[in-house]
């Protein structure tokens, strides 16, 4: 009995988070509002929790793609830029492996929402910020469906974008589980 | 205030000036002090409210990585520290290294305006005003920073081109617990994602234990407020990881389960998860910076040698130096002592005998990890150890500076 109560405890020592059922100590600092939250918070993990209402299409994401010139660094269809390819140059195929088609967003993320959280973001360059939320899906789409994730009648949405089964899966590397006082990679390099 | 200094030098080459006016020192030399007076400079408004350094001092940052800072229009990319003339161990907040996700313009935040919103896996999500931040409890603590970018390689011509992505400050804020706390933070909660205001919004996900051992939000940079380049009005500091962590202009942080996978994360995806693990908490580093590449030595005879140590490990324990190429190992002495996660200044007292030969050092920090060879590292990765070699993950190789016979220093990676 006595260990099943301490365990939890442990274990929350031991994932570094101390078990915080108290209230403030200070009292400074100001309750936001829902609306504020939401309006502030762009961070778009894997669930798409956060992901705000609209909808977008593959054909959508290319006019939005011409318009809002991001031919201009990316290049017409994505490889004859300056900035960073948004399409591999190395087709797919049997014998080759993922990581070996070239540094692209919207083919390496592991997660179709990190691609919209890239674009909602970052881009276009120095216009960051001014996309609406179906230019971003349209986008999404269009870059997704030019490196052959997603079919071309795709419909992008809140719903729909965390469920796009990206082409890594899970063949990538997760960091390691922090420790402070602990050496980053143990045995290196001897 | 740029435009009225050349008034004021001006005034102090002339002579005429001089010898018009009051005798500043001139003409009646007191005991013990020689007849020949230097020149004075006389005190300006600009030079009275923010003082200025010498003008025979010319030491400044360059553009790192081929990109030049700022560009044609303006943006800024990286810029490396000049370490071949630092001394101690505090960079000087105008030579600190600037790093920026992509060329960027720099954020011109009015402080009254910034905010700081901490939401999420949370109790109680709050919004900071900068005056909040500073009605908690403060730290003021020496880091480092080093960029992940900061790589030797064999066309660096100078210390300030192989290592000048890394400096030092004293940095004053709040402990990020200290913010957490007062948010409460839910069970379950793993990670958090920082995330600054400027352009790219550039967000990171950072283990909430690393949140709660030892992160800072900082506004006060060696004894005043952060310079813009640094994040004005608010910084992130994650002590002894990689720079991109350290979030400038920082906005909001969002307590989480799980990795986000967001801007900066998807920039570092590897493979490989050794790779994954070097790529995140600094290695022990280490760098003589006199003499070093590009200094000249005016001849044989004593030398004080003198460099940095540092590591996301902890606190430096201890810096060996060789004069002889790596054969033999001398203790160094420390200036000061070791702070966690903060340059430290070491010395070995050497007499040159006038031959060609090779300097070296390297650091163990408190936990026992040691700086490496560019050989150990390549014989890690089973690669050769050869030109096309390169460092997996944050470079924190020793590196071998090379002195002629004729007192010229060059990269002993070239």
């Known amino acids: 009995m006595g260990t099943r109560r301490v365990l939890p405890i442990a274990f929350a020592v ?11 100590t200070y009292g400074v600092g100001r309750t936001p509002s829902v609306e504020e939250i939401r309006a502030w918070d762009i961070s778009i993990g894997p669930t798409g929790e956060e992901l705000p209402p609209g909808r977008g299409t593959v054909k959508e994401g290319a006019l939005v793609y011409r318009a809002k010139g991001c031919a201009g660094c990316h290049g017409a269809t994505g490889i004859e830029g300056t900035s960073p390819n948004l399409k591999s140059k190395i087709p797919a195929g049997p014998n080759v492996e993922l990581w070996d088609r070239g540094r692209i967003l919207p083919l390496r993320a592991p997660f179709a929402t990190t691609v919209w959280d890239y674009i909602n973001r970052a881009m276009p360059l120095n216009r960051e910020g001014t996309l609406t939320a179906d230019e971003v899906y349209a986008l999404t789409a ?34 390691p589980e922090w420790k402070p006082r602990t050496p980053r990679l143990k045995g290196y390099p001897e | 205030m740029g435009s009225k200094r050349p008034a004021r030098r001006e005034f102090l080459k002339s002579g005429a000036a001089l010898a018009s006016g009051f005798t500043l020192g ?39 990585g081929g990109r030049p800072s700022p560009d044609a229009f303006g943006l800024v990319f990286h810029v490396a520290a000049p370490l071949q003339d630092s ?14 996700t992509r060329g960027s313009y720099i954020p011109d935040i009015d402080p009254r305006e910034h905010r700081l919103m901490i939401h999420g896996m949370v109790d109680r999500p709050l919004t900071f005003t900068m005056e909040d931040l500073k009605r908690l409890p403060s730290v003021t603590r020496l880091h480092f920073i080093e960029c992940a970018g900061n790589r030797s390689s064999r066309r660096a011509k100078t210390v300030q081109e192989t290592h000048g992505m890394t400096s030092c400050a004293e940095w004053t804020g709040v402990l990020l617990s200290v913010l957490l706390k007062e948010c409460g933070l839910k069970g379950g909660a793993s990670w958090f994602v920082a995330e600054g205001s400027e352009e790219v919004k550039g967000a990171s996900s ?17 004894g005043e407020a952060l310079r813009p380049q640094q994040g004005f009005p608010l910084r992130l500091m994650v002590p002894g990881f990689e720079g991109i962590f350290h979030s400038k202009y920082l906005r909001r942080i969002k307590v ?14 590897d493979q490989d998860a050794k790779v994954a693990a070097l790529d995140y908490q600094i290695g022990p580093k280490s760098v003589i910076t006199f003499p070093s590449a590009g200094q000249q030595l005016p001849g044989k005879g004593f030398y004080e040698i003198s460099g940095l140590a540092w590591s996301g490990g902890g606190a430096i324990k201890q810096v060996e130096v060789s004069t002889d190429g790596g054969k033999k190992w001398n203790k160094a002495e420390f200036k000061g002592t070791p702070q966690r996660m903060a340059h430290t200044r070491f010395a070995y007292q050497w007499n040159w005998d006038g031959k060609e030969t090779e300097l070296l050092s390297r650091c163990t920090d408190e936990i026992g990890q040691v700086q490496p060879s560019r050989e150990q590292i390549a014989k890690y990765w089973n690669k050769p150890f050869d030109a096309t070699f390169s460092v997996p993950g944050l470079d924190n190789s020793i590196q071998p500076w090379r002195i002629a016979t004729d007192g010229s220093v060059t990269n002993g990676h070239a």
């Open chain 1, 14 to 24: 031991l994932m570094g988070v101390p078990a915080l059922a108290q209230g403030p």
């Open chain 2, 256 to 269: 989480v389960d799980r990795y986000y996978m967001n801007y900066n994360d998807y920039g570092h995806l």
């Open chain 2, 87 to 100: 001394v101690g161990v505090i960079t000087p907040s105008s030579l600190h290294f600037v790093g920026t």
């Open chain 1, 142 to 175: 269009f870059l997704l469906y030019i490196n052959d994730v997603i079919p071309e009648e795709t419909v992008l949405d809140a719903q729909s974008l965390p469920k796009v089964k990206m082409p890594i899966g899970d063949r990538y590397a997760s960091l």
């Open chain 2, 26 to 64: 001139a003409a009646a030399p007191a005991i013990g002090q020689t007849s020949a007076s230097p020149a004075m400079i006389k005190g300006d408004k600009d030079y009275i409210a923010y003082g200025a350094r010498s003008r025979f001092v010319t030491s400044v940052r360059i553009a790192h």
């Open chain 2, 206 to 222: 950072i283990p909430l234990a690393k949140g709660m051992d030892d992160c800072l939000v900082a506004y006060g940079m060696n």
